[in-house]
């Protein structure tokens, strides 16, 4: 495979990512937007925009083979050094998700089968970068004459509206409903009494009408629920929407792997002094702290079988961080890559999230094959991308909807443990799945 070519062009000012997607990736077969635009719960607000050659995606079921290995293999065939003015950024690579069902791959079992693809990776050889806070943007290609037509006009001075979206009730539409719910809690209890398990994270799935207009579902969605990994997908007819607030990993150019898990949520009161009080209970709950330590010790596990020995740690634990609807309790676990191993090692490594499955992993993941009657699909999973310089920046997919002709899926679910309140985790349940609506319960 030739070594690649960029054309980079400049732009003095952070462009409007909707007017973007509007403009230049719209009537694309594939395309992508990773929006950091609308929070401040990052170092640094930077979005990425693109598409790529309709025949250049990866799309694999875990049937297919190793997925993992595959990627990792074309990753290497491209590697470049990122383009000058983009180091840091992302600069060039694939784009796209691993869904659930990949744990097949990587110690669980193939339970269920997916409605959509477990494996969808966009080639992005057109793509534009936006760091908010530095208020400059870059129009990259590796053909130079859509980064000219792409900077001929001053489209990007133009304004958008954002399209309405009908409200849409959650709890008429769960797959397991109350009971149901209830009843695979109290299943829970049961394996967590016989010390089968320590903390199961339990899902259900919200199963709506179609929406004719994904892209406009994901501007209503980021305007209401605004989160540090907002994102859009679209291949083909399959659109994914999702205001993730959870880092699952990043690997830096140095070979420093984080990730952030969040276990504890609460949700946000009008009331400023009530609001702080939420807060303050949500990071002294012994339950909600017991769950975060059990993934904290999940993930370093998970990290230390890739890092460098004595290179595990944990800077943050346990902090309680703000988003629109809800309050979150993150911890951060930090490695360092041993010599040799790459950001798909150590995504295969950690996957899937540990914050989605409980501890210990592998039996867990066996008994929610036996209480969840369908497959995750690409909830539960990460998404994100992966450069050619070895760079990698993956959320979890929480807080999402994954839109098809056929339906809307949303999933959302909470972690189970011995003192866990039935009631109280059907409640948070709704919660979450209400959040990638962008709105609290009972609005």
């Not at 149901?180 to 994270?201: D, P």
């Amino acid at each position: 495979m030739g070594a690649l070519s960029w054309s980079v062009r400049t732009v003095d000012r952070a462009l409007d990512g909707e007017t973007v997607y509007r403009e230049l990736l719209a009537d694309e077969p594939v395309a992508f937007w990773l929006d950091g635009s609308l929070t401040d719960r990052v170092e640094r607000r930077v979005s990425v925009l693109g598409t790529g050659p309709a025949s250049d995606v990866l799309v694999r079921d875990a049937a297919d083979g190793d997925v993992f290995a595959e990627l990792a293999e074309l990753l290497a065939a491209r590697a470049a050094p990122a383009p000058a003015g983009l180091e840091g950024y992302f600069s060039g690579g694939y784009v796209g998700y691993f869904g659930y069902e990949l744990k097949a791959l990587t110690g669980g079992a193939a339970a269920h089968t997916a409605a959509t693809p477990d494996a969808l990776w966009i080639w992005a050889d057109r793509f534009v970068v936006i760091d908010h806070d530095r208020e400059i943007s870059f129009l990259v290609a590796a053909d130079e004459r859509w980064v000219e037509r792409a900077t001929t006009s001053g489209w990007w001075m133009s304004g958008v509206e954002r399209p309405a979206i009908a409200e849409l009730d959650v709890e008429a539409h769960l797959e397991l409903d109350r009971a149901a719910y209830l009843a695979a809690i109290g299943r829970c209890m049961t394996a967590l009494e016989a010390g089968e398990t320590y903390e199961v994270c339990l899902t259900n799935r919200v199963r709506l009408p179609a929406v004719n207009d994904p892209f406009g579902f994901f501007c209503w969605q980021r305007a209401t629920n605004p989160a540090p990994y907002a994102a859009f997908l679209r291949y083909g007819e399959l659109a994914v929407a999702s205001s993730s607030p959870e880092r699952f990993l990043t690997v830096d150019g140095a070979g420093w792997a984080e990730c952030r898990p969040i276990k504890g949520t609460a949700p946000r009161d009008a009331d400023p002094q009530a609001d702080q009080i939420a807060a303050k209970a949500l990071a002294e709950d012994e339950k909600t702290r017991a769950e975060n330590l059990m993934i904290v010790d999940l993930i370093r596990n998970d990290l230390g079988r890739v890092s460098d020995p004595g290179t595990v740690q944990v800077p943050q634990l346990m902090q309680v961080e703000s988003y629109r609807t809800l309050h979150q309790l993150v911890t951060t676990v930090r490695g360092r890559l041993r010599a040799g191993v790459s950001a798909v090692d150590a995504v295969r490594a950690c996957f899937p999230p540990g914050s989605m499955t409980g501890a210990p992993k592998i039996r867990t993941m066996e008994l929610l094959d036996e209480l969840e009657p369908s497959a995750r699909g690409v909830y539960s999973g990460a998404l994100g991308y992966l450069t050619l310089d070895g760079r990698a920046d993956l959320s979890v997919v929480i807080r999402t909807a994954v839109l098809t002709p056929d339906e809307t899926v949303i999933g959302a679910g909470g972690a189970i443990v011995l003192d866990s309140d039935a009631n109280a985790e059907y409640d948070e349940m709704v919660l979450k799945a209400t959040a990638a609506l962008g709105r609290k319960v009972g609005e």
